[in-house]
């Protein structure tokens, strides 16, 4: 088999990752001496990469709400939001599936700043994640009542 076109080097992904990301409205931080901070990777990587897949964050809380008959619909808003928190601090499963969701739009940079602050930044993103998603409880409401997590 042949191929026609230039090999896609890690040059292009992180190029296609980056185009790819919407932009979000932070504070300028200036850049610091001693490089990067956990504080400006939250900013510049992890808002954005939140955002572009907050329709698949929100579908994946769905499906497992689903797929381990949660009471969720039947619940108060309070206790949907509960719900959320809950299930992302404390199921491993669905928190590794959000987390790899997320850390595999990494650029090569990212993911290798990513790595020794791994379980900092871990934290970070897991807390901005329930944020998002009970932010949109009424979408995963829609979802779930719709049938469409799991593609019913």
Same mark, same amino acid.
């Given at each position: ?37 956990? *504080? ?8 954005? &990469? ?52 997320? &850390? ?42 719709? *049938? ?5």
């Amino acid at each position: 088999m042949s191929q026609t076109s230039a090999a896609f080097t890690p040059a292009d992904r992180d190029a296609a990752i980056l185009t790819s990301r919407p932009l979000v409205e932070t504070a300028f931080l200036p850049p610091t001496a001693d490089g990067p901070t956990v *504080g400006d990777f939250l900013h510049r990587t992890l808002r954005p &990469v939140l955002k572009l897949q907050n329709e698949l964050l929100l579908v994946l809380v769905a499906d497992f709400i689903q797929e381990h008959h949660i009471p969720f619909l039947t619940s108060s808003a309070v206790e949907q939001q509960r719900v959320v928190a809950e299930l992302l601090t404390r199921n491993v499963k669905l928190r590794y599936l959000l987390v790899g969701t997320v &850390v595999g739009l990494f650029t090569q940079s990212e993911l290798a700043f990513y790595r020794p602050n791994r379980a900092e930044l871990n934290r970070r993103l897991l807390e901005l994640a329930i944020r998002r998603v009970q932010d949109h409880v009424a979408t995963l409401a829609v979802l779930l009542a719709e *049938g469409t997590a799991t593609g019913e």
